[in-house]
């Protein structure tokens, strides 16, 4: 019989592990901390496992939860739910929907704490591409560990392997590349040493956070290694709020003070900063009006003084106006996406000036900016300190409010519409806005209930209002409400999504049930795009493939009768406990009826696919068609020429 040696013992100082096993202990150790408070920088890691990450990272989770069992951690005990090694684990359906939860997750923890995301070689890993591009484009914070091809390369081509003939270093996990804000893959386990605090690193900063990748070889995660035991130490990661060089405020100060018509452009940074309370100071002691961004709306609440509304592409006509004569503008943590900008036409005055506050440089230079590179607290208080005096004029705040006046009756109308036979979804959104408590928290992504948002929705809290529209991805909502609801469970989440969404990410409904969370989804149903089917119809493409249909054999379009899909009985299926409503008033008593309830609950209504919606007050730059047979679409190329003369680079 032959003997089989001991594995040798660990060196002094060391603990072996596998690197699954490893990374597992090294997360749950990692910390962040601001303004004097701490708390995990993990609070768990979202999977689905396969072949590549089974018997590596799974094996690894496992294991950290049945030691913290053995020791006495568990739920209801005095030592806690979980142990400190374990980094607790959560099954989802989907891999891209895995990351947009823990995308909605990290937003509503204001990007202090994010969750770990694990999936399998191939289609699973690659699954996670678009989660990660939308997680940078917003820059939060999420870890994600695609498992990857063998290191050893011994049973090459593995199952779900794509082979590059000119380099077998390279797999598909290279897609992440240029979606994440930090990448590597784990080629040896001694390279965790030095990767996996590049990758906190980059986590736990406010100007580079994003989607940060560690591609694991599945070898690789089931390899042991001794590691030093000072790897496993709790560590901090402090999140520093970077304070304006004064040169700066004080420049940025002059060019505010030669303003005679200025404005604020509140982004996203504003509320990932907490600085709502020094955004409205700013307001109040200045009087310079407050116009927000999708991911601004909330830092200052719809009824102050000087909040104006969302602006640019889908804004409100008040901001929109005073967009159009700004002399200076001021945008704090705002990217000026084209929506924002109205692609270069909303900022109308031939001299306007931009003075930018972000705590990313990248952002502060754009539009030739007086550039205020810091944290968007530090930066608000030194520079409400610096105009002390400044003031603007009686009329032209007086002109402010009566813009302002004059959209709240155009909300009122929107809300209130009485439209029949099916309602508009702007009275959906309005009959939601009355019901929902100041943190309770909307969600939603895609279509045209963004652009009907930003204009009527009255945010009153920077946690109110959770609209993804950086990658403005459909299928978010479902998945997101979870996140959120995880982050703040004190907070009724309410997830609006449209058919299209529905249709592209339901699976999470299930997670949903498995972890017993209860969030209420209302489920707008109008058998098709309203959004692109009106962007299609506006230039000159008729609505053209934008209907839920059955094929016409006569015409051979897509033009027959409805699709006989039941969302209702596949919400009920998935677990969901489903009310139907008809008209706005059944709709009311739904979600009194959902609120009552604490299993996740659907509220499916009907809406009219044409409207009507807002009406529009700016532009976006969508490319018509040069040369055409079609005369609608000839017509709207003429259009199209006609309305981007307007547009300029700001320089």
């Known amino acids: 019989m032959n003997a089989t040696a001991d594995p040798p013992s660990p060196r002094p100082g060391t603990v072996r592990l596998t690197v699954g096993q490893a990374l597992v202990r090294f997360l749950a150790h990692q910390w962040s901390e601001r303004d004097g408070h701490r708390q995990k920088l993990f609070a768990g890691c979202f999977g689905i496992f396969g072949h590549g990450n089974v018997a590596g990272l799974g094996q690894g989770l496992l294991q950290a939860h049945a030691e913290a069992a053995d020791a006495g951690y568990g739920p209801g005990s005095a030592l806690g739910e979980h142990g400190p090694d374990e980094l607790p684990y959560l099954l989802g359906r989907n891999e891209q929907a895995m990351v947009h939860t823990a995308v909605a997750y990290a937003r509503t923890r204001e990007r202090l704490q994010t969750f770990a995301v694990t999936a399998s070689i191939g289609p699973g890993s690659t699954n996670m591409i678009t989660g990660a591009a939308l997680a940078t484009v917003d820059h939060i914070p999420v870890l994600l560990l695609p498992s990857d091809v063998f290191a050893n390369r011994i049973p090459d081509p593995v199952l779900q392997q794509l082979e590059h003939p000119l380099g077998p270093d390279v797999t598909v996990n290279d897609a992440f590349r240029p979606v994440s804000r930090f990448f590597d893959r784990i080629w040896r386990p001694e390279q965790l040493l030095a990767s996996a605090p590049q990758a906190m690193r980059v986590l736990t900063d406010p100007a580079e956070t994003g989607a940060v990748t560690l591609a694991l070889p599945q070898d690789v995660q089931a390899e042991a290694f001794?590691?030093?035991?000072?790897?496993?130490?709790?560590?901090?990661?402090?999140?520093?709020?970077?304070?304006?060089?004064?040169?700066?405020?004080?420049?940025?100060?002059?060019?505010i003070r030669s303003a005679e018509r200025p404005l604020v452009v509140a982004g996203g940074g504003v509320v990932?900063?907490?600085?709502?309370?020094?955004?409205?100071?700013?307001?109040?002691?200045?009087?310079?009006?407050?116009?927000?961004?999708?991911?601004?709306?909330?830092?200052?609440?719809?009824?102050?003084?000087?909040?104006?509304?969302?602006?640019?592409?889908?804004?409100?006509?008040?901001?929109?106006?005073?967009?159009?004569?700004?002399?200076?503008?001021?945008?704090?943590?705002?990217?000026?996406?084209?929506?924002?900008?109205?692609?270069?036409?909303?900022?109308?005055?031939?001299?306007?000036r931009f003075v930018n506050l972000n705590v990313a440089a990248f952002d502060a230079a754009k539009h030739a900016a007086t550039m205020v590179v810091a944290d968007a607290r530090e930066a608000l208080v030194e520079l409400t300190t610096a105009l002390a005096g400044y003031r603007t004029t009686d009329a032209y705040q007086a002109r402010a409010a009566a813009e302002v006046a004059a959209w709240q009756r155009v909300t009122d109308e929107c809300y209130h519409l009485g439209h029949g036979p099916l309602p508009a979804q702007t009275e959906v959104f309005g009959a939601l806005n009355e019901l929902?408590?100041?943190?309770?928290?909307?969600?939603?992504?895609?279509?045209?209930?963004?652009?009907?948002?930003?204009?009527?929705?009255?945010?009153?809290?920077?946690?109110?209002?959770?609209?993804?529209y950086g990658y403005s991805c459909m299928g978010y909502e479902v998945p997101a409400a979870l996140g959120a609801k995880l982050a703040r469970p004190e907070s009724e989440v309410v997830a609006i999504v449209g058919d299209g969404g529905y249709q592209m990410m339901p699976t999470e409904i299930a997670t949903l049930v498995s972890e017993r969370v209860k969030v209420i989804l209302v489920l707008l149903q109008n058998h098709g795009f309203a959004?692109?089917?009106?962007?299609?119809?506006?230039?000159?493409?008729?609505?053209?493939?934008?209907?839920?249909?059955?094929?016409?054999?006569?015409?051979?379009?897509?033009?027959?009768?409805?699709?006989?899909?039941?969302?209702?009985?596949?919400?009920?299926?998935?677990?969901?406990?489903?009310?139907?409503?008809?008209?706005?008033?059944?709709?009311?008593?739904?979600?009194?009826?959902?609120?009552?309830?604490?299993?996740?609950?659907?509220?499916?209504?009907?809406?009219?696919?044409?409207?009507?919606?807002?009406?529009?007050?700016?532009?976006?730059?969508?490319?018509?068609?040069?040369?055409?047979?079609?005369?609608?679409?000839?017509?709207?190329?003429?259009e199209y020429d006609e309305a981007r003369v307007p547009q300029r680079r700001y320089l």
């Open 226 to 255: 001794d590691w030093p035991e000072e790897f496993f130490a709790d560590r901090v990661w402090h999140v520093a709020r970077q304070r304006p060089d004064a040169s700066a405020v004080a420049r940025a100060a002059e060019v």
């Open 272 to 352: 990932y900063s907490g600085a709502s309370e020094q955004l409205r100071a700013f307001a109040t002691a200045t009087g310079i009006p407050v116009a927000d961004t999708q991911a601004g709306k909330g830092a200052i609440s719809w009824d102050h003084p000087q909040a104006v509304g969302g602006v640019g592409a889908t804004g409100a006509a008040s901001a929109n106006a005073l967009a159009l004569d700004a002399d200076v503008v001021i945008g704090i943590g705002t990217r000026y996406t084209d929506f924002t900008t109205a692609s270069h036409t909303v900022f109308g005055d031939p001299g306007v």
């Open 436 to 468: 929902m408590g100041d943190d309770d928290i909307l969600i939603n992504a895609a279509g045209s209930m963004p652009g009907d948002l930003q204009c009527l929705w009255r945010a009153r809290t920077p946690v109110g209002y959770h609209l993804e």
């Open 531 to 638: 959004s692109i089917g009106a962007l299609s119809e506006s230039r000159g493409s008729q609505r053209f493939g934008t209907r839920y249909r059955m094929r016409n054999p006569q015409t051979g379009l897509l033009d027959g009768d409805p699709v006989p899909v039941d969302l209702v009985k596949n919400a009920e299926s998935l677990g969901a406990r489903v009310l139907v409503a008809h008209g706005i008033d059944d709709f009311r008593r739904a979600y009194a009826e959902a609120v009552a309830c604490d299993v996740t609950t659907v509220i499916h209504i009907e809406t009219d696919l044409l409207g009507p919606n807002p009406p529009g007050t700016a532009w976006w730059d969508v490319p018509v068609a040069a040369v055409s047979t079609l005369a609608s679409t000839q017509r709207a190329r003429a």
